[in-house]
Structures are given as structure tokens and as C-alpha cells.
């Protein structure tokens, strides 16, 4: 299996910004969907936003307005944009395709002061 790789992840203050990015070889984004995940130090891992092959996508409410999940086609990037972050924000994020063949990548840390 192929892993997931994360990246963007860092320290910032509330109200900052972050962008995330996840891709792996041979991840074509028009025929896989991807999930964006986190987990809290303690506690279980949640979902965050979904990106769909056609592009449509959802969100967890409470990131809702704040968060924005897009892909780059050329360079089969996805990417969690995510703005006016909160301390409730801080996590390891990662994130995961329903396409057969790829495993979890090791996340990126998000630690929101």
C-alpha cells in the first residue's frame, strides 16, 4: 500500500491560518474521494470534511465556514484550507482515500495557542 502523505501543519495563534496538503503517488483525484480526519491528545479520532471525485464536499459543523477542503488536479494535491482557528482546532490531522491501495499517512500536527 501506498501511504498518504501530510503536510502544513504547525503552531499558530487563534484566529490564525493554516493550510494542509495531502497527496501520494499515482493518487488520481478525479476518481478518489478524501477524507480530512483529526485527533485530539486523549481523544478519539473525528471526522473533518470529505472531498468528492467530482468535487463536491461536506464538513463537520464545527468547522463549517471556517474550513475549506479543494484539490489541484495538476498536481493531484488535496488541500484543507483552514482559517480563523480556534484552540479546539489543535489535533494531528491526516487524511484518508476511499481508493483502494493507499494507507494512512503519519498526519501533521495543528496546535492552535
Known amino acids: 500500500h501506498v501511504q498518504l502523505v501530510e503536510s502544513g501543519g504547525g503552531s499558530v495563534q487563534a484566529g490564525g491560518s493554516l493550510r494542509l496538503s495531502c497527496t501520494a503517488p499515482?493518487?488520481?483525484?478525479?476518481?478518489?474521494?478524501m477524507d480530512w480526519f483529526r485527533q485530539a491528545a486523549g481523544k478519539q479520532r473525528e471526522w473533518v470534511v470529505f472531498?468528492?471525485?467530482?468535487?463536491?464536499?461536506s464538513y463537520a459543523d464545527d468547522v463549517k465556514g471556517r474550513f475549506t477542503i479543494s484539490k489541484d488536479k495538476a498536481k493531484e494535491t488535496i488541500y484543507l484550507q483552514m482559517n480563523s482557528l480556534k484552540p479546539e482546532d489543535t489535533a494531528m490531522y491526516s487524511c484518508?482515500?476511499?481508493?483502494?491501495?493507499?494507507?494512512w499517512g503519519q498526519g501533521t500536527q495543528v496546535t492552535v495557542s
Open positions: 484518508k482515500t476511499n481508493c483502494p491501495g493507499y494507507k
Open positions: 499515482g493518487f488520481t483525484s478525479d476518481r478518489c474521494g
Open positions: 472531498i468528492s471525485p467530482d468535487g463536491s464536499t
